[in-house]
Nanobody, 125 residues
Framework: QVQLVESGGGLVQAGDSLRLSCAASGRTFSSYVMGWFRQAPGKEREFVAGISRSGGRTSYADSVKGRFTISRDNAKNTVYLQMKSLKPEDTAVYYC??????????????????WGQGTQVTVSS
């Protein structure tokens, strides 16, 4: 089992940058595909970015492509989401999630086994 704890959220202005971190417990972090999802009020939780077990492959939602960067440090059991040029529509609770199945880089939230508690990101205009 994996426990995930996000941090780094906050209130920023449009155009600012923010880096989220997600620390994972356990010794098998490198065996999990990691993803970031977000959920805005009244909306479904959506895929933001994913990274393969080794970190060699990444995937992004079109809405964040070119602005957000996902990375991981398997030695530190941590996955990051660097967010730049933030927009008010990026306002949401951001969750990290872990997938331990056979797929290379799933984007469907139902495929992820473990979830953090979320961290709020608010972007003011």
């Amino acid at each position: 089992q994996v426990q995930l704890v996000e941090s780094g959220g906050g209130l920023v202005q449009a155009g600012d940058s923010l880096r989220l971190s997600c620390a994972a417990s356990g010794r098998t972090f490198s065996s999990y595909v990691m993803g970031w999802f977000r959920q805005a009020p009244g909306k479904e939780r959506e895929f933001v970015a994913g990274i393969s077990r080794s970190g060699g492959r990444t995937s992004y939602a079109d809405s964040v492509k070119g602005r957000f960067t996902i990375s991981r440090d398997n030695a530190k059991n941590t996955v990051y989401l660097q967010m730049k040029s933030l927009k008010p529509e990026d306002t949401a609770v951001y969750y990290c999630a872990a997938y331990g199945g056979a797929a290379t880089l799933p984007i469907a939230r139902g495929m992820y086994y473990y979830w953090g508690q979320g961290t709020q990101v608010t972007v003011s205009s």
